[in-house]
Structure formats: structure tokens, C-alpha cells
């Protein structure tokens, strides 16, 4: 019985170290990317990666050419080579966009349309782009016309 234990875990330790393990990180902070798609366009298999930036990428040990697409970051395709020379180890630059115009509206309690205040405050994108806010509370704050109160997630949750 000891035997076939052994055995069995020696078989599953091999097999666990054939796969191969990407990880994702952001190029500025080096943080992991959670939700990061990997994709083999030719075979439309794909991977996610994790909340640690890994994915097993052993479904697309065929690829010729990988794809990593993620929200917010610019895309970048790699082949094989490419992928290799990196060790498995990928950095994501963070794309920007620019927007005309952003309506944030919002209030503790649901009113009806025609009970909305009517002052209506405009924030221009070269005010944005100056104050560099990093969120929209950081933003909106930043205005002077409202207060804004932080809480760490952990106390929120609690």
C-alpha cells in the first residue's frame, strides 16, 4: 500500500513539473495582472491568469504566436522565441485613452429622475489631466464641491 502511495505522488510531482506556469505582471509596478486573457489565435484557445498573474499555459504548448490581452494595458503578441527568451515572465504596459467627457451621477438613495438637483458641475479633461487623479473619488475630491471618505477594504468588510 506504502508502495502505490509513493508512486502515485511521484507520478503527480512529474506531471505537475511538465506544465508550464506563466506569470504576468504590470510593468510599472511589477505587481501580478489577475484577468489577464492568453490567447492562441490560430486555435482559439485561451488561458486566464489567476489572482497571483499565473496561468498554465500547457493548452497552448502548440502556439506559434501568443496574444496577452488585459483591460486597461496595451496588447502584445509574442511567438514562441520571444516567449522562451522571457522566461516565462511577462510585463504589461498600462494604455491610456483619452475621454471627451465623464458623467459620474450618484446619490445614497434611489430618486426619480425628476427629483435629481439640478446643478450640474463640469470637470474639463485639461483639469483631469492636471490633477492626475489615480480614481474618480480622487477626482471629485480633489473639486472642492464634495468630501470624499476613504475606507481600507479590510474595515469595510467587516
Known sequence: MLKRLLVCIFL???????????????????????????L????????????????????????????????GYQRLDLDKKELALSEYNIVLTQSTFPLDEVVISTTRWEKKVT????????????DIKVRQPQTSADLLGSTGYIFIQKVKWEAAAQ
Open 12 to 38: 503527480f510531482a512529474t506531471l505537475v513539473g511538465w506544465s508550464q506556469t506563466i506569470t504576468i505582471r504590470d510593468a510599472q509596478t511589477l505587481e501580478p495582472l489577475e484577468a489577464v486573457t492568453i
Open 40 to 71: 492562441d489565435i490560430s486555435s482559439q484557445n485561451f488561458v486566464v491568469t489567476d489572482p497571483m498573474g499565473q496561468a498554465n499555459i500547457d493548452l497552448l504548448k502548440g502556439a506559434e504566436k501568443v496574444t496577452f490581452i488585459a483591460i
Open 115 to 126: 427629483d435629481v438637483p439640478n446643478k450640474i458641475s463640469v470637470i474639463k479633461p485639461n
